[in-house]
């Protein structure tokens, strides 16, 4: 059995989706593991990862529509507040995705579905560095 490590750094610029498919199976691919299992994990409490939809770009649209519906900013429920009105939003968004995956390797790569991708999912408005660590296990 072989392990392999890695970080990831994704700069965001704000709310929304962003696309680490290519990143994280180019990795698993460099590793040369022929079967295993991949765990993604990022390392902050107001961004998350998550598979989804990687075909039509209006999932994401109607996915932010959503969480906007569900959890706004500046709600007046909240009463953390230090960093703005989508601080405790981002919290709570944090909570109600994920903050790990777990995908499958099969003959050498991640063994996702046709239409599937993996995503970061910055829940602030502001820029940041989200680092993402990767670790697979495997033979």
Same mark, same amino acid.
């Given at each position: 059995?072989?392990?392999?490590?890695?970080?990831?750094?994704?700069?965001?610029?704000?709310?929304?989706?962003?696309?680490?498919?290519?990143?994280?199976?180019?990795?698993?691919?460099?590793?040369?593991?022929?079967?295993?299992?991949?765990?993604?994990?990022?390392?902050?409490?107001?961004?998350?990862?998550? &598979?989804?939809?990687?075909?039509?770009?209006?999932?994401?649209?109607?996915?932010? $529509?959503?969480?906007?519906?569900?959890?706004?900013?500046?709600?007046?429920?909240? &009463?953390?507040?230090?960093?703005?009105?989508?601080?405790?939003?981002?919290?709570?968004?944090?909570?109600?995705?994920?903050?790990?995956?777990?995908?499958?390797?099969?003959?050498?790569?991640? $063994?996702?579905?046709?239409?599937?991708?993996?995503?970061?999912?910055?829940?602030?408005?502001?820029? $940041?560095?989200?680092?993402? &660590?990767?670790?697979? &296990?495997?033979?």
């Amino acid at each position: 059995m072989k392990q392999h490590t890695h970080q990831l750094v994704i700069k965001t610029n704000g709310r929304k989706f962003y696309d680490i498919t290519h990143e994280v199976k180019k990795w698993v691919e460099d590793c040369h593991l022929h079967t295993g299992l991949l765990t993604l994990y990022i390392q902050h409490t107001s961004a998350s990862l998550l &598979i989804n939809e990687n075909y039509d770009h209006d999932v994401f649209l109607d996915m932010e $529509a959503f969480f906007n519906r569900l959890v706004p900013d500046g709600d007046p429920l909240f &009463i953390h507040t230090v960093e703005g009105p989508d601080d405790m939003p981002a919290h709570v968004r944090t909570a109600l995705t994920q903050t790990h995956l777990s995908i499958p390797v099969l003959e050498g790569e991640a $063994a996702l579905g046709q239409w599937q991708g993996i995503f970061l999912y910055e829940h602030r408005h502001i820029a $940041a560095k989200r680092k993402i &660590i990767l670790h697979l &296990i495997g033979e």
